[in-house]
């Protein structure tokens, strides 16, 4: 398993698929599932029934119908936009003076925008 070079809070330009060219925000990313959701693309609608929770409290209900949501896509579909030049590139990895590893875009070489994990 190795680390996403998407993070969450990116731009990214989807790449190939029915949403190929469209460009969007990681909402998520899962490691482990090597897939991210990004804000308005693969969108699917699932059809849900109208159900209750049982609980001691009191049954609240959950409505019903059809609710529109992202699907994760795979990262490999996903490409880094770079926010100063505004196009796709690949991103490298770069050491400061300090010796912490950042991302920097390949095309300019921005340092791009670091997760709060720290990517």
Excluded: F
Excluded at 35 to 63: C, D, F, I, L, P
Excluded at 79 to 102: F, I, M, N, W
């Amino acid at each position: 398993m190795a680390k996403a070079y998407v993070v969450k809070g990116d731009t990214v330009m989807i790449r190939r698929g029915k949403e190929r060219g469209k460009r969007g925000t990681v909402k998520a990313v899962q490691i482990e599932a090597g897939t991210a959701t990004v804000e308005g693309a693969n969108v699917v609608k699932r059809h849900t029934k109208q159900g209750t929770k049982s609980s001691n409290m009191g049954g609240s209900s959950q409505t019903g119908g059809i609710i529109e949501k992202e699907s994760p896509l795979p990262l490999s579909v996903l490409q880094y936009v770079c926010e100063k030049c505004k196009a796709p590139s690949r991103l490298r990895r770069g050491r400061s003076t300090d010796g912490a590893v950042h991302r920097i875009c390949a095309r300019c070489g921005e340092p791009a925008r670091e997760s709060a994990k720290g990517a």
